[in-house]
């Protein structure tokens, strides 16, 4: 049970390029989150979803869009990357609100850098 | 939207002392507040968490109060290791299960 992945670990961009970050969940979780975390800003959202076919715009959505066409997936997109985009992004995701106020589940983050 | 707050930003113990982190929330809807450690380029992990139904929890050297009339929470850890330093965060939960947390807190034990 490898609960939740990111893809890739680590990445370097230029300006202007595009990529798309992966988080893949086996818990069978209804909710997924995406998260930046900047120093001492704390952790950020950035979109998330309450079920497949389903986002959301969070706190910071500006230059990223996303999409949850599997319920077990959960993709970040960054259509053209700036530097201000630099950051390590964190994917979670939680069992329904149905279950009880339940904990988010991190995955180990992606460390993004544009150049 | 809700806005979480966390002092102080740094704490410094020494070993076998007590550390204490406060944080406060602006939403009385939210009713979920967890707390999670996070070792140097790790993830976040849950170690304690307190629902609004409930004024105090404790796990171990671990423990949380919750004041809901003055929305306020704190995180309390004894006889504290130097193991235990890492950031802490506080999270409330609002509306459609989101979290916000609150800025962190470096926690360094020293020996």
């Known amino acids: 049970n490898a609960g939740v992945t990111q893809t890739p670990k680590f990445r370097v961009l230029k300006t202007g390029q595009s990529m798309t970050l992966l988080c893949a969940q086996d818990m069978n979780h209804e909710y997924m989150y995406w998260y930046r975390q900047d120093p001492g800003m704390g952790l950020r959202l950035i979109h998330y979803?309450?079920?497949?076919?389903?986002?959301a715009k969070g706190e910071v959505p500006d230059g990223y869009n996303v999409s949850r066409l599997k319920k077990q997936n959960f993709l970040l997109g960054l259509e053209s990357a700036a530097p201000s985009q630099t950051s390590v992004y964190f994917c979670a995701s939680r069992p329904l609100l149905g279950q009880g106020n339940q904990p988010q589940h991190f995955g180990d983050g992606t460390r993004l850098s544009i150049l | 939207g809700e806005n979480v707050e966390q002092h102080p930003s740094t704490l410094s113990v020494q070993e076998g002392d007590s550390a204490v982190i406060k944080c406060t929330y602006s939403?009385?809807?939210?009713?979920?507040f967890p707390w999670y450690k996070q070792e140097l380029g790790k993830r976040p992990q849950l170690i304690i968490d307190?629902?609004?139904?409930?004024g105090e929890k404790k796990d171990q050297r671990i423990a949380v109060t919750l004041n809901k009339t003055a929305k306020h929470f704190s995180l309390h850890i004894t006889e504290t290791q130097p193991e235990d330093s890492a950031v802490y965060f506080c999270?409330?939960?609002?509306?459609?299960?989101?979290?916000?947390f609150g800025k962190g807190t470096m926690l360094l034990v020293s020996p």
């Open positions: 979803s309450v079920g497949e076919g389903t986002t």
């Open positions: 939403d009385s809807a939210s009713n979920y």
């Open positions: 999270a409330a939960m609002e509306r459609y299960s989101t979290l916000t």
């Open positions: 307190i629902r609004s139904n409930v």
